[in-house]
């Protein structure tokens, strides 16, 4: 074949490919990486829930919301949400702390909230999730329960401060300890009422962390947690020389510097009052 018709060949051969490319291009899956919790629907849409291992767990959850059509299965990118987290005690009802729902920015229709279950039924039950949101200037609700397991450790307490209020506080970080020094990071919440459950800011919290089956032998180079404006949460440093169950010892400050509740630990006082526990 002459080269006069095979330049015209090649060419529309390269521009059909590349045509066909573009359309085959699919966009990037926004829940890559998650695992579906549950769904709770009503009969216009379907809120779908996920996180990183698809349970709810006693302690602090963060949550990935995406808000579905279910007449053409598509989410909706410029929804407003709100939640409420209902524990049912068959005697009374009460919520636990939870984050507003934002979007996430680089994200077209998926939305993050975190909330902190500070308790759990038999068999995980007693939780309920009431969603109320507006699409396209209509306001929608769903609600439907769901089960949040039994965490393995102690990754949140509930307790009684000296000033007669009751506080939970809750680990964030670190999800994956090392060896080493690890940016320890918990929340603190107050109980306003039944309902409302308020950040504490301004406080302190004392570390002291320790391993009850090494001789309860503590770690050098720990900070004690401070709050941080930007994230409200507290942070310090955590001192982690060996791999296994460590008892992380706290005390509570106010900001006047009144302990609320914690103690020393000593060698006849083995562990504080107050605690959360980790292992890896």
């Not at 990037?28 to 990486?33: L, V």
């Not at 902190?116 to 939780?127: E, F, H, I, L, P």
Request: net charge negative; charged share 20%; proline share 4%.
């Amino acid at each position: 074949m002459k080269l006069k018709y095979i330049l015209p060949l090649l060419f529309i051969t390269l521009f059909t490919t590349a045509c066909s490319n573009d359309d085959d291009e699919t966009p990037t899956d926004e829940i890559e990486n998650l695992v579906k919790i549950q769904e709770i629907a009503n009969n216009d849409h379907t809120i779908e829930l996920y996180n990183k291992n698809g349970k709810f767990k006693t302690g602090y959850n963060s949550v990935s919301i995406r808000v579905k059509d279910n007449t053409d299965d598509s989410y909706f990118e410029n929804a407003s949400i709100s939640w409420m987290p209902m524990m049912d005690m068959q005697t009374m009802q009460h919520s636990c702390p939870r984050s507003a729902i934002t979007k996430i920015a680089d994200k077209n229709t998926v939305y993050q909230g975190t909330v902190v279950y500070q308790m759990t039924g038999t068999n995980g039950s007693g939780w309920s999730l009431t969603f109320n949101y507006t699409v396209n200037g209509k306001d929608y609700s769903a609600t439907d329960t769901i089960t949040v397991t039994q965490s393995e450790k102690q990754n949140a307490a509930v307790f009684m401060g000296s000033d007669d209020t009751r506080y939970i506080v809750a680990l964030i970080e670190p999800k994956d300890p090392i060896i080493g020094i690890n940016d320890l990071m918990v929340g603190l919440y107050k109980m306003e009422s039944m309902m409302s459950f308020p950040v504490v800011k301004d406080y302190s919290i004392m570390l002291d962390p320790r391993m009850p089956g090494m001789g309860n032998h503590s770690s050098p180079n720990n900070t004690d947690l401070s709050y941080k404006a930007t994230n409200t949460m507290y942070q310090g440093d955590l001192s982690l020389t060996m791999t296994g169950f460590w008892v992380l010892n706290l005390k509570l400050k106010n900001s006047e510097g009144t302990i609320l509740k914690g103690e020393d630990v000593t060698t006849s006082n083995e562990k504080s009052s107050l605690y959360l526990e980790l292992e890896f």
